[in-house]
C-alpha cells in the first residue's frame, strides 16, 4: 500500500486555503495535477441551504389514496405525459418564481445541502430513510403541481434485466423539449446498468443481509446496498448524477431513489427478521422540508417507516424476493421444553438441521412468550450456554444466538405492552454447533449488552415454550 | 515560501503519488474460516482516500493463477465537488462477495488466502488508470448473523 495518505493529509489543508486565494478552477487543477482526470464542464452547484423559514410544523398525516408508484419503463402514454407536465411545471417555477422552493433546482439544492459537510446523510442510516421522505415531499409537490394528489413518481426498476437502460420516458426526446431530460448524462440512451451493478448477485446480497446494520448502515457507518447497486449506478448514468451536489438536477435520480426505496420495502418484506432500527436515537432523526403549499415542514424517520399506510404509496411485487432461496414449509420441531425447562438437541434432530442448513434450507429456534425484564430499555443477548452468556462475547462468538430487544414506550419507563414477546432466532451452522455442543440438555441464558463483567447478571431463560422450525430449501430435480 | 513555489511544490509531490505505484492494486487477504459455509462473505476495504470528488466504481475481482480475473463485485462512488481536487476520504466500504467467492470454491480448494486486484473504473467499467487512491485495510470477513 502506498504512503499517499500521509502525504496527502499532509498537504490537503493548505492547498485547499491556497486554491480559494488564487481562485484557480477545480477542473483546472484536477486535469494538472491528476493526469486529465477533470470534473464535468459544470461549475460548482449553488447549494443552498434550504432557507430559514422559522420553526417548521410538525408533519401529522397524510389521508390520501394508497396507491401504487410503478416501474418507470412501464408506464402508459397518458402517465407519461402526467409525468413530464408535472416536471415541467416544476421547472417552469426556476423561472417563473425563483424563490419558490417547489422549484426544480430548489428541489435538487434540497440534495444538494443534506448531503454536504455537517448535514451529511449518506453513509450511515440517515441515508434509506432522508431519502424516503426527500421523495416523498418532492412526490406531493409534484402532484400540487398537476392538480392531481393521487400521482405517485415511479420507479427505475434496473433490477429488472430487461430495464437497464434509462427509461424511456427519460430520453425520449433525448433533448431539453423533454423535461425529464438532462444532458449531462454519460449513459446514452441505448447503454444499460452493468450486470455486475445490480444483478442477481448484488440484489440477492442486499435483500439478504440479515440486519438492518447490515441493508442500511448505523449511526456511523452505511450499509452495503448504498455502494452498489445505489452508487453504482449514480456513477454509470453519470454527469449530474454522479455528484451528491447536482445528482438531483436529474429527473431520473428520483425514478433510482424510488427504487432503491423499494429496495428496502422489499428488504422489510424479506424476512420477519428484517426489522428497523428501534433506537430512539433513529426513530427521532428529524429533518425539514417544504411541502406542496410551502410550508415548512419537519419529519421524523418514525413517520416514514411503513410507506404504505403512513406516505400512502405501495410498490409492485419484487422479481427478486421471489428469487431468494425458495424455502419448502417450515416444519415445526416441539421439544419437551415445557416439562424440563431445558433443550435437548443432539442425535437425529440436531444431524437432519445441520445438513438442511448446509443445502441452503433455515432453521429457527423459537421462544415463545419469553419473560424479560421490563424495567428499563434493554438489549439483551441469548446464549446457549449461562457460561457463554457470563462470557458475554457478542455476534459471532461461540454460544451467541441472537438479540432480544427492550424498548420501553416512553421515558417514564412505562411498558404498555401487555403483548407475549415471542423471539424467533435464525440459526447458522456455528449456532447449531453451539447448541449442540454443551454436555446434556441446553440451559439458554440471557445477559444484558453492554455491562461490565463484574455487574453482568446472567439471566435463565423462562419462556412459556421452546421449539425448533426448519425449512428445506426447494431444489430443481436433475 | 511565496506562491508560485509552493504550488510548484505541491505539484511534484502530486505528480509522485500519481505513480507512486504501478499497475492495479493487489492485495493477498485471509479467507475468513468456514467462508464456504458463511451465509455472507464481504470485503471490507477501510481507510480508502481518493484523489479528488471524481464519481467511481471500485471494482474487486479475484486473481487466480491460470485463469481470468473473477469480478467479485463492486461499490460506486457517488462524486463530491466540495472537496475539488484534494484528498477525499471514503467511509468504509462493503461489497457482498458471497455468490462470486462461492462459484470459486472448488477452485480455491484448501487456499487459506487469496488475492483480490482493486481497480477504479467508470460508469462503463472502462479502468481510470490515472486515479490515484489508497486503502489502508483490505479484507474478507463473514457476515450475517451466525
Not at chain 1, 428496502?264 to 436515537?281: E, G, L, M, Y
Amino acid at each position: 500500500m502506498s504512503n499517499l495518505d500521509d502525504r496527502m493529509r499532509a498537504i490537503m489543508p493548505s492547498r485547499r486555503s491556497f486554491l480559494h486565494r488564487i481562485g484557480l478552477s477545480v477542473g483546472a487543477l484536477g486535469a494538472g495535477l491528476f493526469g486529465g482526470l477533470t470534473l464535468p464542464e459544470s461549475v460548482l452547484a449553488v447549494c443552498e441551504p434550504p432557507g430559514n423559514p422559522g420553526t417548521a410544523k410538525p408533519w401529522r398525516k397524510d389521508c390520501r389514496m394508497i396507491l401504487p408508484r410503478r416501474p418507470a419503463s412501464t408506464l402508459s402514454a397518458s402517465e407519461i405525459t402526467q409525468l413530464k407536465d408535472a416536471y415541467k411545471a416544476m421547472r417552469a417555477l426556476d423561472t417563473s418564481a425563483p424563490n419558490d422552493p417547489r422549484g426544480f433546482l430548489r428541489q435538487a439544492n434540497v440534495h444538494c445541502w443534506y448531503c454536504g459537510e455537517g448535514t451529511q446523510v449518506h453513509f450511515t442510516w440517515q441515508f434509506f430513510v432522508w431519502h424516503r421522505a426527500y421523495l416523498y415531499f418532492h412526490e406531493r409537490i409534484l402532484g400540487k403541481l398537476i392538480g392531481d394528489m393521487n400521482f405517485r413518481l415511479p420507479y427505475w426498476d434496473w433490477d429488472t434485466p430487461s430495464h437497464r437502460k434509462l427509461p424511456g420516458a427519460y430520453t425520449d426526446p433525448n433533448d431539453n423539449s423533454n423535461p425529464l431530460w438532462n444532458g449531462s448524462r454519460v449513459m446514452d440512451p441505448t447503454d444499460e446498468i452493468p450486470e455486475e451493478d445490480v444483478g442477481e448477485d448484488v440484489m440477492e446480497a442486499a435483500l439478504t443481509a440479515d440486519t438492518f446494520t447490515e441493508f442500511g448502515g448505523t449511526a456511523s457507518g452505511s450499509g452495503i446496498p448504498e455502494g452498489t447497486p445505489h452508487g453504482a449506478v449514480h456513477v454509470d448514468v453519470g454527469g449530474d448524477m454522479g455528484f451528491f451536489d447536482s445528482a438531483g438536477k436529474d429527473p431520473v435520480f428520483y425514478a433510482h431513489h424510488a427504487n432503491v426505496d423499494k429496495m428496502w420495502s422489499d428488504w422489510n418484506k424479506a424476512s420477519s427478521i428484517h426489522t428497523n432500527p428501534t433506537a430512539t436515537a433513529f426513530l427521532n432523526l428529524t429533518w425539514n422540508f417544504y411541502d406542496e403549499n410551502k410550508v415548512w415542514r419537519s419529519i421524523k424517520a418514525s413517520q416514514v417507516l411503513t410507506h404504505d399506510t403512513q406516505l400512502r404509496y405501495t410498490y409492485g411485487p419484487s422479481k427478486f424476493l421471489e428469487q431468494l432461496p425458495c424455502l419448502l414449509d417450515w416444519f415445526p420441531i416441539k421439544t419437551d421444553w415445557r416439562i424440563s425447562q431445558t433443550l435437548k438437541f443432539a442425535g437425529q434432530t440436531r444431524a437432519k438441521m445441520m445438513k438442511v442448513v448446509e443445502q441452503g434450507g433455515r432453521a429457527r429456534l423459537h421462544l415463545n412468550e419469553l419473560a424479560v425484564p421490563t424495567d428499563k430499555s434493554a438489549v439483551y443477548r441469548l446464549y446457549a450456554t449461562p457460561e457463554a452468556a457470563k462470557a458475554d462475547e457478542g455476534p459471532g462468538s461461540k454460544g451467541y444466538l441472537g438479540t432480544v430487544p427492550v424498548v420501553l414506550n416512553d421515558r417514564e419507563r412505562r411498558h404498555l405492552s401487555k403483548n407475549a414477546r415471542n423471539i424467533a432466532v435464525r440459526l447458522s451452522t456455528a449456532k447449531l454447533e453451539a447448541l449442540s455442543g454443551t454436555v446434556g440438555p441446553v440451559r439458554l441464558a440471557l445477559v444484558e449488552r453492554g455491562v461490565k463483567p463484574e455487574a453482568r447478571k446472567v439471566i435463565p431463560v423462562r419462556a412459556k415454550d421452546v421449539s425448533l422450525s426448519l425449512a428445506e430449501v426447494e431444489r430443481e430435480e436433475r | 515560501m511565496g506562491r508560485i513555489s509552493w504550488l510548484t511544490s505541491v505539484m511534484i509531490l502530486a505528480a509522485l503519488t500519481v505513480h507512486a505505484e504501478e499497475g492495479p492494486h493487489r492485495f493477498s487477504v485471509d479467507l475468513p474460516t468456514g467462508w464456504q459455509q458463511a451465509s455472507h462473505v464481504r470485503l471490507v476495504l477501510e481507510g480508502m482516500t481518493v484523489a479528488g470528488g471524481l464519481p467511481f466504481k471500485l471494482q474487486a475481482a479475484a486473481i487466480i493463477e491460470g485463469a481470468e480475473p473473477v469480478i467479485l463485485g463492486s461499490a460506486g462512488i457517488v462524486g463530491d465537488r466540495s472537496v475539488g481536487s484534494a484528498p477525499r476520504r471514503l467511509p468504509t466500504l462493503l461489497i457482498d462477495v458471497t455468490r462470486p467467492l462461492g462459484s470459486l470454491a472448488d477452485r480455491l480448494g484448501t487456499q487459506t488466502a487469496m488475492t483480490i486486484r482493486l481497480d477504479p473504473v467508470d460508469g462503463r467499467n472502462a479502468p481510470l488508470k490515472e486515479l490515484d487512491w489508497s486503502v489502508q485495510s483490505v479484507r474478507l470477513e463473514r457476515g450475517g448473523r451466525n
